[in-house]
């Protein structure tokens, strides 16, 4: 595949859709959509979800479930990707309960046990990294509600 344009939506729905329809417009072979904000990825499957685009045009990205539910239910939006704040939460939490009783104290190479998710290793600058994006699809969205 090749990139052939970077469109702004600046975050707003309006624009982003406009966008989509520009894009559509410009390069009538286009393969996909990949937006980079939950705005973004909702505006675009919304304009593709009513065009002779949808099934031809791939729209993916970075998004929340509840926006994006009817466009994966009816077939606009295979799977598109984010952090699960329910998992972020549960990291946080291991990781502040250590800090707390002195297991760790936030030097880059210290690890803990952060329950369900495994052992974590605090990186530089004192990050401690979740993981993977979640992927969203037709099998799992229905269990997200955000």
Known sequence: MKL????????DDQKSFVETQGLLQAYPNLKAIVAPTSVGIAAAARYI??????????????????????????????AFQLWDPGALGYLAAYAAANLASGTISGKEGESFDAG????RTIGKDGEVILGPPTTFDAANIDNFDF
């Open 49 to 78: 979800s009513s065009s002779s685009s949808k099934g031809k045009v791939i729209v993916t990205g970075l998004g929340t479930p509840n926006p994006m539910r009817a466009f994966v239910k009816n077939g606009t939006v295979q």
């Open 116 to 119: 369900k998710l495994g052992k």
């Open 4 to 11: 052939v344009k970077i469109a702004y939506g600046n975050d």
